[in-house]
């Protein structure tokens, strides 16, 4: 209602949404655009077709007993590969901050190698090195530890594909700390524990939830080296990827869909979940 005039106006939502976009700054609209095209527009879709399947329907491929154990399979050892990732991670990036040593760039630069490496060919060289027959398989089997075609191997692949969100995550952050700081807290009596757990870890802990969160991401969505290095039997090594793709072969595109949706939202939940814990280190750490 229009108080001054008495003319009652009717403006619909849409128009006003529509008039508000156009005001918005040229890279406000290029941004929001781009991010429809290469992000909202898929999942949509994704979630369109996985709807074409009716909820009784949707449950009964979501949950049965050959996706429960791949999700298991995924986000376990996703979990636990992105966590060991955090602890060795954090140790190189610290190495190669602090320390100066022959071949230094050398072994800076072989960390992104995973960033580069086809995930096929990683896939192919981890399964030749890890067999029964390989470098580092060989020296295992005798212990009776079987990597390639195991779940293990699964985890193996994964940690060398995530590997570097961790280190790069956590690198520059160490590099902008003072060395001082650590100093002072020597001068003052602390040990180099202490000095680790209250002057170190608690302004990198956020910096390394958000690489151990990076790294999960990217495990989660791995296919090409983990295809290779395991054998891909239910309810053994067998990941949700893999089933996805198996699906497809057989032309159930509404099943495949299903499977990844439900990759989709625990993965957002986990996310989520770690981005609380960031917010929380945050304000830990400003106290």
Do not use: C
Not at 76 to 102: E, M
Not at 194 to 219: D, E, N, Y
């Amino acid at each position: 209602m229009n108080l001054s005039s008495g003319v009652t106006t009717n403006i619909k939502p849409g128009k006003v949404f529509l008039k508000n976009l156009i005001h918005l700054p040229w890279t406000w609209r290029i941004t929001l655009g781009y991010l429809t095209i290469m992000l909202f527009i898929p999942i949509v879709a994704m979630f369109l077709k996985a709807s074409t399947e009716s909820p009784a329907k949707f449950w009964e491929i979501a949950t049965s007993d050959l996706a429960l154990a791949t999700y298991n399979v995924t986000f376990v050892t996703s979990l636990l590969a992105a966590l060991l990732n955090g602890v060795f991670g954090t140790l190189i990036a610290w190495v190669l901050v602090r320390y100066d040593f022959p071949f230094k760039r050398i072994i800076d630069a072989t960390v992104d190698l995973p960033f580069a490496l086809p995930t096929s060919v990683a896939g192919l060289t981890l399964a030749t090195v890890y067999s029964d027959n390989g470098w580092l398989g060989s020296l295992l089997a005798p212990m009776g530890i079987k990597v390639s075609f195991t779940r293990l191997g699964v985890g193996v692949a994964m940690v060398f594909i995530s590997l570097p969100f961790v280190v790069r995550t956590v690198q520059p952050v160490l590099q902008e700390m003072e060395a001082e700081i650590e100093e002072a807290a020597w001068s003052l009596g602390a040990s180099q524990w202490q000095t680790f757990w209250k002057v170190i870890l608690p302004p990198l802990l956020p910096t390394i939830l958000t690489g151990v969160a990076l790294g999960f991401s990217r495990a989660v969505g791995e296919y090409g080296s983990t295809v290779i290095i395991s054998s891909n039997t239910p309810y053994k090594d067998l990941i949700a990827p893999v089933l996805i793709f198996q699906r497809l072969e057989q032309y159930d595109y509404s099943g495949a869909t299903v499977i990844g949706v439900v990759l989709l939202g625990i993965s957002l939940v986990l996310l989520l979940a770690i981005n609380f814990l960031q917010a929380w280190a945050r304000r830990y750490d400003s106290r």
